[in-house]
């Protein structure tokens, strides 16, 4: 079988002519070069979209954290899962429940996308919406605390906790066999943060190929996770306001916060030049890649993972009456990072570049499990 469902799958596998279960669908993304206008004629990047997966790039870790604790017996035959997620995780454990056979909860904030809800509940998820942030952890640690009151009433629930799990950053090492197929070689790698499950997995998988890969990290102006203050975050999907144990600090050779506006314009010029696009990640992401394009040696490899596609940020980033609203639009077209030399210098408020990364919580070396 293509896929067997209680095994994960380590390597690169071709999907089947024809799915015999939806799970099968996962993987094996394609990839979408990127030039202009983020990278001057002849310049660009290979972006890997996982937007192409049935819910989204975090369809890979749902699957794989909810099959290996089936395998260790933590989560047993049609026990209930329950799990905080901002919706892409939500979508990737519905397909798991579905695949294996146990309800979910997915515990989300009143900054879901609508039509995120919508999905989620017509996928058969139970959808629990806290009503206000934790006064210094913020929505994430609200929507924390409210999973481990469920956990507490349910004694045989199980929660994947994808910011600390080190399956969820296991989860992604068929992506990098892919992105190892699809390019022959990488140089350099431009990711996302959010849990730091796909930048530590994909970057372990690389590694073991091609050992000089250069991981750039990609965060959202006011999140916490590389020694920033909290501060209110529109942006999903990337950036935290904790600090998750599945970030591999040392595997990263620089880290870009991007903010919001940056994001909206990136996301649309991507939609408009290169029809592939998606929602906040994916435009810091886009941003920060066609800058290494610029910025590396001509004939440097450089992979951009692109988290989702746009569909459920119809509403947000696409929606020109709210991004008005939020002020996003009508700014200059972003050129270049500011530079600061340490994470913690001063408050960062547009994209900015540091080039030493270190843990803010100064945790051990090994983490994640993913070395
Ligand atoms: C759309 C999107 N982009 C990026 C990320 C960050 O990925 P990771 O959690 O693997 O760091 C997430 C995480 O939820 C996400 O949903």
């Not at 913020?138 to 999973?147: I, Y």
């Not at 080190?166 to 943060?193: C, I, K, M, S, T």
């Not at 490899?301 to 989702?308: S, V």
């Amino acid at each position: 079988m293509h896929l067997s469902l209680l095994e994960p799958r380590g390597d690169r596998t071709p999907l089947p002519a024809i799915a015999r279960r939806p799970a099968q669908l996962v993987g094996d993304t394609p990839v979408l070069w990127v030039g202009e206008p983020f990278a001057p004629p002849g310049r660009g990047f290979h972006a890997k979209l996982e937007g192409a997966n049935p819910g989204g790039i975090k369809d890979r870790p749902g699957l794989h954290m909810v099959g290996e604790a089936r395998r260790r017996g933590e989560l047993v035959p049609g026990a209930p899962i329950v799990e905080s997620s901002s919706g892409t995780l939500g979508l990737g454990l519905a397909l798991a429940g579905l695949t294996y056979g146990h309800p979910v909860t997915v515990v989300t904030d009143p900054g879901a996308e609508l039509s995120v809800v919508r999905l989620l509940t017509a996928l058969g998820a139970r959808v629990d919406q806290v009503p206000v942030p934790h006064r210094e952890g913020g929505w994430q640690q609200a929507r924390r605390d409210r999973v481990a009151e469920l956990l507490a009433r349910m004694p045989d629930a199980y929660c994947p906790d994808q910011y600390h799990n080190p399956d969820n950053a296991a989860a992604y090492r068929p992506l990098a066999a892919e992105l190892a197929a699809q390019l022959g070689h990488v140089d350099v790698l431009v990711a996302a943060v959010g849990t730091g499950g796909h930048s530590a997995g994909v970057t372990a998988g690389l590694r073991e190929s091609f050992p000089g890969l250069r991981l750039i990290g990609v965060d959202a102006v006011g999140s916490t996770i590389f020694g920033q203050p909290a501060a209110p975050r529109l942006m999903r999907g990337l950036g935290s306001s904790i600090h998750p144990a599945n970030v591999d600090y040392e595997a990263f050779a620089e880290v870009h916060w991007v903010a919001a506006d940056e994001a909206v314009w990136a996301c649309r010029r991507l939609a408009r030049r290169h029809y592939a696009s998606g929602g906040w990640s994916v435009g810091a992401v886009a941003l920060v890649a066609g800058w290494a394009a610029r910025e590396f040696p001509a004939g440097t490899r450089i992979a951009a993972i692109f988290p989702d596609g746009p569909h459920r940020y119809l509403e947000t980033v696409y929606n020109d009456a709210w991004c008005h609203e939020q002020r996003l639009l009508g700014r200059p077209a972003p050129q270049e990072p500011d530079e600061i030399a340490e994470q913690d210098e001063r408050v960062v408020t547009r994209w900015t570049r540091c080039s030493r990364v270190r843990d803010p919580l100064g945790r051990g070396a090994t983490r994640a499990g993913v070395r």
